[in-house]
């Protein structure tokens, strides 16, 4: 949790990829889909196979940063 996730996404056709990085921002079960932070757009819905079918063909490229515990408690 408070740790956001970077996604790259394929957002181009079947002849030309596209690659696009995605901030994940959230998640909504009921709705079947995530929250992503897009350029300049906040909060952007995407259901769970729209996004999925954009990711795979990055091999799931996915980054997450945290802090590193030790030097933060110093």
Not at 21 to 50: C, E, K, M, P, W
Request: without cysteine; negative net charge; glycine residues 10%.
């Amino acid at each position: 949790a408070g740790h956001p996730i970077i996604a790259l996404l394929d957002t181009g056709s079947w002849i030309f990829s596209k690659g696009h990085f995605v901030v994940i921002t959230g998640y909504d079960l009921s709705r079947r889909g995530i929250y992503v932070h897009s350029g300049s757009t906040s909060d952007q819905f995407v259901s769970f196979d729209a996004f999925i079918d954009a990711w795979k063909t990055t091999g799931y490229w996915t980054l997450r940063i945290v802090p590193n515990v030790a030097e933060a408690t110093i």
